[in-house]
């Protein structure tokens, strides 16, 4: 559970709005700039480092070096996403038979321990490097850099309407809960509450300050 300390809204049906309900149009121009820049950026820069990975992954464990999932992103759009395959093959076929040991309360799946996790992949989620091919996404519009996180498809058929509140913005590689939470949050419906606290607190400067905190936690290596 999350600190008395740490401020929350409550918990409503209605739906959270961003920034609160202030007129943020030239703010979202200015944070999908700022999305195409940086992951276009990154992309090239990356891409040596992005082969060596995906060589890696491939090396060590069989199977595709990319892991492709069906997320559902802004108003219940569904759109295909890729990670750096960090599980053996069949592992989304595996999570049913461990749901007795999910870490959280909730339609997402947490398992700090995970054993379909290959020791490449290990590596890979302590510094988020797995993620990183998620700035192609970025840089197609199906993501932005900063914002909640988004259910894979079957996570989303659980969606209470409350938990339907992170839905009112498009997901992002990054957010509150990975700078905030990651480590404490036991309960999705915190996770929940960390998502609409930054949907109606919403700035440029808000996914700025997200961004640099971001760093911190992949070059601590704190990423599960």
Known sequence: MIDAAFPM??????PPRLAGGRDVRGGLAL??????AISGALLVVLSPFLAAIGLAVKATSPGPAFYG???VGQGGRRFRGYKFRTMGVGADQQEAALQAQNEMNGPAFKMENDPRI???GRFLRRYSLDELPQLWSVLKGDLSLVGPRPPRTHEYAQFTPFQMGKMAVKPGITCLWQVEGRHRISDFDDWVRLDVRYIETWSLWLDVKILFRTAGVVLRGTGV
């Open 9 to 14: 809204p409550h918990d409503k049906l209605t």
């Open 31 to 36: 944070k999908r700039a700022m999305d195409v």
């Open 69 to 71: 999932v069906d997320w």
């Open 118 to 120: 290959t020791p490449l």
